[in-house]
């Protein structure tokens, strides 16, 4: 046991020693400064507030953070001299030095999406812990308390942001069933993302308070006055809060745990978490991205109507304990087909659509919407465009092709696809555009919207008479600057109920979302 110390040491050693090295991600001179800041100094307040005022950007998403809503200062903070009065010096070089770090992380990270996520868990995090402690009246600052549940989780960012395969190692492991903390020691060595953030808080002189915080598994507060633990806790709760939403688990254990506590209900936390949502947007676009990313939206949503309605979040439950027995994933009602990986509705009864039971197609028009506000890899925009298009209009099977120009020949060729498709749907579809008598070359010369019963005949070639059979099929022409481009190919079985004129009218905006994409694509 006396080596174990000396064990973690060496390790700790290697992990600063690849923080430092200079082809990953270095900090910019910003945040060293900031870190180097201390408060012993006779000029602390004004060091600070030179070294935020350097960064434009930086300065004013620290005095946009500062007098947003979860501050509630009461008045108007429009100086960084004047926050660091009001709310400390410790508070704002905390504040400014997450920011700047999470900046520099998502600029300068490998694992964009997957930074982008986590950053933004932990600032959602950290709005929920302030404005539960100042809605419940706790005897902590809301200040602390903001920053304390912004780092609670600053081992795992180290680890994703310099340390990616590791990461993506331990990650695997969790998803594997192994505990969080097993899976860290084994990979690291020894170490959990817990042991990784206090040493790299304690070298960037970070507060005692924010270091104690990061804590997993905190001490119940021996009294309502027990400030440190309090934070600790408060800390702890917000972030498994935020991360049981967006990993769809039982917030059940977690209530129970921190519930009387912290004087919470289920319905309330979860309604904060809502409101943290709101704010986040306004603070930086690498938040909207992230949000885009996670769909907590939606999640958010969902269990809150199970929390309304009992007897639905009981039967929810004993389907998710049955798919765990037999080894199915729990985000998996039914096995999907061609390898897509996405929900699938059990019934498969002609008189009902297969449209999502937790999502209406505003929601999902709502995270296509955000998504395009930020920076977005394409290919991932339109996997969520047909997601939209499967589970929130209804359709039993969708193509996304795209107009292929060769020297002999023009075809439609299938790019992405959704639902109802064998392994080689998508790839077989290919359709020569020559013949202009056949619907989809029609459709794209023309540019006009097109459904074509089940009934029709001659108007597919034989090759493609496989997959219109026994289906009532819609063509979407995708067109840039009135020139073809691709299209989207729609069918539902025969039998089931047409789309009315909404549907419609949402299946023409989800054709506008891919045209815009392409054209925000191409202005880069």
């Not at 806790?233 to 921190?258: R, T």
């Amino acid at each position: 046991m006396a080596e174990e110390p000396q064990e973690v040491s060496t390790k700790l050693s290697e992990i600063f020693a690849k923080m430092n090295m200079s082809e990953l991600p270095a900090m910019s001179s910003n945040v060293q400064e900031l870190i180097s800041l201390t408060h012993s100094s006779r000029s602390a307040a004004y060091d600070l507030s030179k070294v935020i005022l350097k960064d434009y950007s930086l300065t004013n998403k620290v005095l946009q953070v500062v007098n947003s809503a979860y501050y509630a200062l009461g008045k108007q903070v429009n100086s960084i001299s004047r926050a660091v009065t009001v709310l400390g010096f410790d508070a704002v070089r905390e504040l400014a030095t997450a920011i700047a770090l999470f900046e520099d992380f998502i600029k300068s990270g490998v694992e964009k999406d997957e930074i982008s996520k986590v950053l933004t868990r932990s600032f959602l995090s950290a709005l929920q812990a302030r404005d539960l402690a100042v809605k419940k009246n706790l005897k902590v600052l809301p200040e602390e308390t903001f920053i304390c549940a912004l780092l609670h989780n600053l081992g795992k960012i180290i680890v994703l942001i310099y340390l990616p395969d590791l990461y993506r190692d331990i990650q695997d492991r969790i998803a594997n069933g192994q505990e969080d903390e097993k899976a860290a020691m084994d990979v690291l060595d020894g170490l959990t993302y817990f042991t990784v953030g206090q040493e790299v808080a304690r070298f960037w002189n970070l507060s005692e308070k924010a270091i104690l915080a990061m804590e997993p598994t905190p001490p119940e507060p021996k009294s309502p006055g027990d400030a440190d633990s309090l934070l600790q806790n408060l800390s702890c709760f917000s972030n498994q809060l935020v991360d049981s939403i967006c990993n769809g688990e039982d917030i059940d254990p977690l209530m129970e745990k921190y519930g009387e506590m912290l004087s919470v209900e289920a319905e309330e936390a979860v309604e904060m978490v809502d409101h943290s949502i709101d704010t986040s947007e306004d603070i930086s676009d690498s938040l909207r991205f992230g949000l885009s990313k996670l769909k907590i939206r939606s999640k958010v949503r969902k269990l809150d109507e199970l929390l309304k309605d009992p007897e639905k979040a009981a039967r929810v439950k004993d389907r998710k304990n049955k798919q765990k027995k037999s080894g199915l994933d729990v985000e998996v009602s039914s096995q999907t087909k061609g390898g897509q990986g996405i929900e699938r509705e059990e019934s498969e009864e002609l008189n009902e659509l297969p449209i999502s039971t937790d999502k209406s197609i505003n929601d999902f028009i709502r995270d296509i919407t955000e998504t395009l506000m930020g920076p977005f890899d394409l290919n991932d925009f339109y996997a969520n465009l047909l997601e939209g298009l499967y589970r929130g209009i209804g359709f039993d099977r969708i193509i996304l092709a795209i107009v292929s120009i060769q020297p002999t020949s023009i075809s439609l060729i299938g790019r992405f696809g959704l639902g109802d498709i064998d392994p080689n749907g998508v790839n077989s579809f290919i359709h020569d555009l020559a013949n202009p008598d056949y619907a989809i070359p029609r459709s794209l010369k023309q540019g006009k919207d097109m459904a074509i019963p089940a009934t029709a005949s001659g108007a597919f070639p034989d090759d493609l008479r496989y997959l219109v059979k026994g289906r009532t099929v819609y063509l979407f022409p995708i067109l840039l600057d009135k020139k073809p481009i691709g299209m989207l190919y729609l069918d539902r079985k025969a039998g089931r109920p047409k789309l009315d004129e909404s549907r419609i009218k949402a299946t023409r905006l989800f054709r506008d979302f891919a045209v815009m994409a392409l054209r925000k694509i191409r202005k880069k």
